[in-house]
Nanobody
Framework: QVQLVESGGGSVQAGGSLRLSCAAS????????MGWFRQAPGKERESVAT???????VYSDSVKGRFTISRDNDKKTAFLQMNSLKAEDTAVYYC?????????????????WGQGTQVTVSS
């Protein structure tokens, strides 16, 4: 059974930092592209960052330069380091996984999702 479990969310003041983790089990982690998404109240879910199997990263314009996605294949864990947080970063953050071939940078769909972790940034 595949599980993605996010952790590291919480409340922080604007300008602060948080590091989210996504621990995966039940899948071959090294074959997955990993992504972080977020959904704020009343808004659609949006992509935040993606990391391919071989470490190529893609960011949304809203987080570029502030967030860093990374992965540790040995620990089967993906990370999202969030710096210089803003009130508009407040959302539930989800990680996702997709089994892809090596050349895929950003999947067009995702196979597995975590349950989400709340991030609240106060101004």
């Amino acid at each position: 059974q595949v599980q993605l479990v996010e952790s590291g969310g919480g409340s922080v003041q604007a300008g602060g930092s948080l590091r989210l983790s996504c621990a995966a089990s039940g899948l071959t982690f090294s074959r997955q592209a990993m992504g972080w998404f977020r959904q704020a109240p009343g808004k659609e879910r949006e992509s935040v960052a993606t990391i391919s199997r071989n470490g190529v990263t893609v960011y949304s314009d809203s987080v570029k330069g502030r967030f860093t996605i990374s992965r540790d294949n040995d620990k089967k864990t993906a990370f999202l380091q969030m710096n210089s947080l803003k009130a508009e970063d407040t959302a539930v953050y989800y990680c996702a996984a997709k089994n892809v071939i090596l050349s895929v940078i950003v999947p067009t769909s995702w196979d597995y999702w975590g349950q989400g972790t709340q991030v609240t940034v106060s101004s």
